[in-house]
C-alpha cells in the first residue's frame, strides 16, 4: 500500500516537469510577416512590393504570385503593371529554415486614370501632350475636372493623385478652377500618378465680345481743334485721321474659338482756321436755322461799298466757293472744315473699315490650326497682318474721298454763303 504510493509521487513529478516545459516554449515570439508595397498601380508603370519576416527560425525563402502566376523568389518584387485594369491578388509565401510557412496577401488594383468630363472651358486642342482649354472671363461657374478611374469600383489610396494647379474637389478625382484666378497667359493644370502625368492641360481665359456683330469697329474718331495748326496760306484746313492711335487688339472667347479684335481705337483728327487778315462777320449769332432773311432783323454794314464787298465776297460761285477777299465768316469756314472731316468719316472711312472688318472676320481662326495653340504666340504676327488690312482698306477709302472733295465742301456751305450775302444790309 505505501510502495504504491510511493511510486505514484515520481509520475507526477515527471508530469509537471513536461507541462512547465510546454509554457516556455509556447512564450517565443510568433513567426510574423509584414506586407509592404502599393495597393493601385497605373497600367505600364512598374510599382515594387515587398515583405518583412520577423521571429521563426530566420533563413527565409520567397515565393512571390500575382494574379496566379508565379513571379520572384526574393524579398523585394517588381510588377509591370498590364495595360489591362482588373483587380488582382498578390502573394509571397514566406518559409522560414524549419520549415514555417507564411503567405500574406493583398487586392491590388491596376488602373487606368483618364479624363471623365471637364465643365466650364471648351477644349480647343493639343500642344504635343497639353491638353489646351479656354473659358471666357466673368463666367459665374467655375471649371471643373474631372478624371475617370477603371475599374470603377478600385480602392484608390489616399493621395494616388496629386494634382497641381487648381483647388480640392469632391474627391482625389476632381479638381476645381475659378475662372477669375485663370490668365490670359494660361494656367497649367496637370494630375500626376507618382511621375506619370494622367491629365496635362493648360487654360487660358478670355473676354467674351462684348458688342453686337453689326457695331463698328472703330472705338472713337474724334474732332478737336487745334489753333496751333497752321493753315498753310489757307482759310482753314482739316488734319483727317487716318492712322489709328492706341490700336488695342486683343484675344476674345466665343464658341470654341480664341478670335482677335480690334478695341479701344481712335481715329483722330484735327481742323484749324485762319482770318488771312479778313474782317469777320458772325454770322452763328443769326438764326433761321442759318442767318436771317431780309424780313428779318438783317446783318448791318456801315457802307454802301462795304456792303457791296461783303455781298461779293459771300456770294458763291457755281461751285459754291466764296471769294473773301474783304470779308470772311468764321463760323463757315469752319463749318467747311469740319464736313470734310464727317465726309470722310461718314462717307469713306467707316466704309472702308467695315470692308477692312470683312478681311479681319475672314482672319479669325480656330487656334487649333496653328502650330502653337497658345494664341499669344501669334497675337503680335496677327495684330501686324490685320494693321495691314487696316491700312489698306484706309488707303483706298482715302482715294475715293480726295475725288471731289472740296467740291462737296464747297456744295454743303453755298446755302450758309448765299444766305449769308442776301442778310447783308446797309445801315439806314
Not at 198 to 221: H, L, R, T
Request: proline share 5%; hydrophobic share 35%; charged share 20%.
Amino acid at each position: 500500500m505505501y510502495r504504491h504510493h510511493h511510486s505514484f509521487i515520481p509520475t507526477c513529478v515527471l508530469f509537471l516537469f513536461a507541462l512547465q516545459s510546454y509554457i516556455v516554449q509556447a512564450n517565443i515570439e510568433p513567426f510574423t510577416v509584414t506586407f509592404n508595397g502599393p495597393r493601385a498601380g497605373l497600367l505600364g508603370t512598374t510599382v515594387q512590393f515587398s515583405v518583412s519576416p520577423s521571429a521563426g527560425a530566420g533563413g527565409y525563402t520567397y515565393q512571390w504570385t500575382i494574379a496566379d502566376v508565379d513571379q520572384g523568389i526574393t524579398a523585394n518584387q517588381s510588377y509591370l503593371v498590364p495595360n489591362t485594369p482588373a483587380e488582382v491578388t498578390v502573394k509571397c509565401k514566406v518559409t522560414d529554415k524549419d520549415g514555417s510557412s507564411l503567405t500574406p496577401q493583398i487586392t491590388f488594383w491596376q488602373v487606368n486614370i483618364e479624363l471623365d468630363s471637364l465643365n466650364g472651358a471648351d477644349y480647343i486642342g493639343d500642344q504635343g501632350s497639353v491638353r489646351i482649354y479656354a473659358t471666357q472671363r466673368g463666367d459665374s461657374s467655375s471649371v471643373t475636372v474631372t478624371l475617370k478611374k477603371t475599374p470603377s469600383d478600385a480602392a484608390l489610396p489616399a493621395n494616388f493623385i496629386t494634382w497641381t494647379g487648381g483647388t480640392p474637389g469632391s474627391d482625389q478625382l476632381q479638381r476645381n478652377f475659378s475662372p477669375s484666378t485663370l490668365q490670359e497667359s494660361g494656367v497649367e493644370l496637370h494630375a500626376n500618378v507618382g511621375t506619370p502625368v494622367v491629365f496635362n492641360s493648360k487654360m487660358y481665359v478670355f473676354p467674351a465680345k462684348e458688342w453686337s456683330d453689326n457695331a463698328p469697329i472703330i472705338g472713337d474718331f474724334t474732332k478737336e481743334h487745334d489753333p496751333g495748326r497752321s493753315t498753310q496760306g489757307n482759310f482753314g484746313m482739316a488734319w483727317l485721321g487716318t492712322t489709328p492711335y492706341d490700336v488695342d487688339f486683343y484675344i476674345y472667347y466665343e464658341d470654341g474659338k480664341w478670335r482677335f479684335w480690334l478695341s479701344d481705337d481712335s481715329f483722330d483728327s484735327f481742323w484749324n482756321v485762319d482770318s488771312l487778315g479778313r474782317t469777320d462777320i458772325p454770322a452763328d449769332t443769326y438764326a433761321w436755322p442759318y442767318f436771317p432773311s431780309s424780313s428779318q432783323t438783317p446783318i448791318l454794314v456801315g457802307y454802301i461799298n462795304m456792303r457791296i464787298e461783303a455781298k461779293t465776297d459771300f456770294t458763291p460761285d457755281g461751285n459754291g466757293h466764296a471769294r473773301k477777299h474783304w470779308y470772311w465768316c468764321e463760323w463757315i469756314t469752319e463749318t467747311h472744315e469740319n464736313y470734310h472731316i464727317d465726309d470722310w468719316y461718314e462717307n469713306y472711312l467707316l466704309d472702308g473699315i467695315m470692308t477692312a472688318r470683312e478681311r479681319i472676320e475672314s482672319d479669325r481662326f480656330v487656334v487649333v490650326t496653328l502650330d502653337k495653340l497658345d494664341p499669344n504666340d501669334v497675337l503680335e504676327k496677327k495684330q501686324q497682318e490685320l494693321l495691314v488690312a487696316l491700312q489698306e482698306r484706309i488707303g483706298s477709302a482715302m482715294g475715293a474721298y480726295q475725288e471731289g472733295y472740296e467740291t462737296r465742301a464747297y456744295g454743303h456751305c453755298a446755302l450758309l454763303y448765299q444766305s449769308l450775302a442776301d442778310s447783308i444790309r446797309i445801315q439806314e
